[in-house]
């Protein structure tokens, strides 16, 4: 699954503040049912127009990862959930959009990797059947 979310009239000091970013990275893979394995990286971005610059950061976690970018002057901010593991995307949506103080969103789900689960499901009914064949012999 891969939620997309992009953030509109956003808290401007959450946008600017590193640990709050980076607060926020480090606690939401567990938030909701992930697994954290490495540490939050965060960056501060300058760009050649102001309202271009905010910070960007993210986390690796064991089904994939999690990103975010901020523009503060924009109080716009983009996030990215992507994981090979389902999840509730409604509930991280929830508290994403409390986090930031979101007042306007948009987001979307990609379902993602749907050929590797149908090859999955596939591979195990050979092997059950493979089994069931066995043990009747």
Request: hydrophobic share 40%; charged share 30%.
């Amino acid at each position: 699954m891969h939620l997309i979310i992009d953030g509109y009239e956003a808290d401007v000091a959450k946008l600017e503040n590193e640990e709050f970013v980076y607060q926020f990275l480090d606690d939401c893979p567990e938030a909701i049912g992930m697994t954290k394995i490495t540490s939050p990286h965060v960056y501060v971005y300058q760009g050649p127009k102001p309202e271009d610059d905010g910070l960007s950061g993210f986390v690796l976690i064991a089904e994939s990862h999690i990103s975010v970018h901020t523009f503060p002057r924009r109080r716009y901010v983009n996030i990215d959930v992507f994981s090979c593991k389902e999840f509730d995307a409604q509930r991280a949506l929830r508290e994403i959009r409390e986090t930031f103080s979101l007042g306007k969103v948009r987001s979307w789900v990609l379902e993602r990797g749907l050929e590797y689960a149908d090859v999955a499901v596939a591979t195990r009914a050979v092997e059950m059947e493979r089994a069931r064949l066995f043990t009747a012999t």
